[in-house]
């Protein structure tokens, strides 16, 4: 018996990266909020989840979008993914920050830049998931979506003003650069620490195909 449009093989992939992403996001938020959690840990956490995301957003095959839970899984995807490359390049940007070199100091300009543009399209993300039918209500930002809308404005922000000599663009004075002045370095490569188990859906029960008979 075929499975429902929003059950095939695509869609059920999805589902189970989707529980490795958001694991890795709760780990990320506990990391966050341990002093003693490293940036390198972080940034690694961060990465992960940007490759979990990417694999969600590659897996979703093609719904008919007149189904509104489609579309509104679709825009979930984006918001996280946008989100999950946003604290990626946010730790990437503090860590190279720590280097002593003109060219680290530009690379960690641009990847807080970066970062900033991926929140401000998180943002959009989510306001348009939560504005989707079903509607839903825009939750209080906590864990790692309230560190990352608390801390990128303003840490990039901070860098262009301690870094005048490196930024040739015009920007306001009580907000973030809107503009990425040189592309954003790659981001790390790190391989993933979780993967779905391989699973195989049982033989229909015998009981079942005589009903299904009758």
Not at 22 to 47: E, Y
């Amino acid at each position: 018996r075929a499975l429902p449009v929003d059950l095939v093989e695509g869609n059920l992939k999805a589902l189970s990266l989707q529980g490795l992403g958001q694991g890795v996001d709760m780990q990320l938020g506990l990391a966050i909020d341990n002093p003693k959690a490293t940036l390198a840990v972080k940034r690694r956490l961060a990465c992960e989840m940007v490759k979990y995301w990417q694999q969600i957003k590659d897996s979703i095959p093609e719904l008919p979008l007149s189904d509104g839970w489609a579309k509104k899984h679709t825009l979930f995807v984006k918001w996280k993914y946008a989100e999950a490359k946003a604290a990626a390049y946010y730790f990437h940007g503090l860590i190279l920050d720590e280097g002593n070199t003109e060219k680290s100091q530009e690379m960690a300009i641009s990847s807080l830049q970066a970062s900033e543009e991926f929140l401000k399209e998180s943002k959009r993300a989510s306001k348009a998931f939560h504005s989707t039918p079903p509607t839903s209500r825009i939750s209080t930002p906590f864990g790692t979506t309230k560190h990352l809308l608390d801390m990128i404005p303003k840490e990039t922000l901070s860098k262009l003003q301690n870094n005048q000599d490196l930024n040739t663009q015009e920007r306001p004075s009580n907000t973030g650069v809107s503009q990425i002045i040189t592309p954003p370095p790659p981001l790390p490569d790190f391989p993933l620490a979780l993967n779905p188990e391989e699973y195989e859906l049982p033989q229909l029960d015998p009981l079942l195909k005589k009903e299904a008979n009758h």
